[in-house]
């Protein structure tokens, strides 16, 4: 039972532009929603997160907007640097964390 | 390095072979976690262990099996393995568990091991 889905394997966008990522979940008792960043050869790692009473949160370039009546969320990440290139995973959370499948974001120069 | 240690980070093993995966974490975590990311699937939620204590096994086959002799340290014994079984195996680690472990940045991930299984 696949919780949470990201239903796009991969993005591609030229840098400076934005990359938005999308995310899509099945548990109306999700509570917490976070973003992880995947280098390869790395573990996930925690890139931001929004609570389910809020709508946006905002760090530097990136964005988390969560729509909980279409249980949508999404990260957006403006401008889009080479470095930004990697596997983004969503997860929520109502207790222990599930996770999507993952984005390849590719950042071209 | 992110405070979360695996070993080894690549594993081929036969599907007879006896081996055991290592995680170890020095952030005073309490909770530690088991994941398998297979391509293009979800990272699979395993083992839960919450203060040496298992508190979650997510219907994992039993030639998987877990060890958690203290809070820093976490095993995962493989035997008679199935080439499908060939994935990522994370550990990861977090202060708390249950919701709190979200609001706290989440959980720590170490850099996985990448079995093969022949």
């Known amino acids: 039972d696949q919780q949470v889905k990201q239903n796009s394997p991969s993005l591609s966008v030229q840098e400076g532009r934005i990359s938005i990522l999308n995310c899509d979940y099945t548990?109306?008792?999700?509570?917490?929603f976070l973003w992880y960043k995947k280098y390869p050869a790395e573990g996930p790692t925690f890139l931001i997160s929004?609570?389910?009473?809020?709508d946006k949160n905002e760090d530097g370039r990136f964005t988390v907007f969560l729509n909980k009546s279409a249980k949508h969320l999404s990260l957006h990440i403006v401008p889009s640097q080479p470095g930004d290139s990697a596997v983004y995973f969503c997860?929520?959370?109502?207790?222990?964390?599930?996770f999507g499948a993952g984005t390849r974001l590719t950042v071209k120069p | 390095e992110t405070g979360v240690t695996q070993t080894p980070r690549h594993l081929v093993m036969g599907m007879t072979n006896k081996k055991s995966l290592k995680c170890e974490q020095h952030?005073?975590?309490?909770?530690m976690y088991w994941y398998k990311q297979s391509a293009k699937k979800p990272l699979e939620l395993m083992f839960v262990?919450?203060?040496?204590?298992?508190?979650e096994n997510n219907s994992v086959p039993s030639r998987f099996s877990p060890e958690c002799p203290n809070s820093s340290h976490l095993f995962l014994h493989l035997h008679t393995l199935q080439p499908e079984d060939s994935a990522l195996y994370l550990c990861?680690?977090?202060?708390?568990?249950?919701?709190?472990?979200?609001?706290?940045?989440?959980?720590?991930f170490g850099s996985g091991t990448r079995l093969t299984v022949v």
């Open positions: 990861a680690s977090s202060q708390d568990s249950g919701p709190k472990a979200a609001r706290n940045y989440g959980y720590t």
């Open positions: 548990n109306s008792m999700f509570d917490y």
């Open positions: 929004i609570s389910s009473i809020k």
């Open positions: 997860a929520a959370s109502a207790g222990d964390m599930r």
């Open positions: 952030l005073g975590h309490n909770a």
């Open positions: 262990y919450n203060f040496k204590e298992q508190t």
